[in-house]
């Protein structure tokens, strides 16, 4: 999921250098540059596209650092494959 973060990520912020027709809309982007990427976005093109969740539990897992506990996400495996295999490409 970092990759696809980061891809997304890469991607959106190259839009906002885009050319924009209203000088309002560019005034805007220039100030802010907010590139509108989420988890949740995500998670709703994830649940059209395979009628599943992506993060379909939580699991304890001990931070190497810190030696504390937290709760770490585990993900659907045919999501991720599929996700993984497009990037690829």
């Not at 540059?33 to 009628?51: A, N, T």
């Amino acid at each position: 999921m970092n990759e696809v973060f980061k891809l997304a990520a890469r991607y959106a912020k190259r839009v906002t250098f885009s050319h924009y027709d209203w000088e309002i809309s560019r005034k805007i982007i220039d100030k802010n540059r907010r590139i509108g990427i989420s988890m949740s976005g995500i998670q709703d093109w994830v649940l059209k596209k395979f009628g599943q969740r992506l993060v379909v539990g939580w699991r304890d897992q001990i931070d190497p650092e810190t030696g504390k506990t937290f709760k770490a996400a585990e993900y659907n495996d045919k999501v991720v494959q599929t996700i993984c295999s497009s990037i690829v490409q």
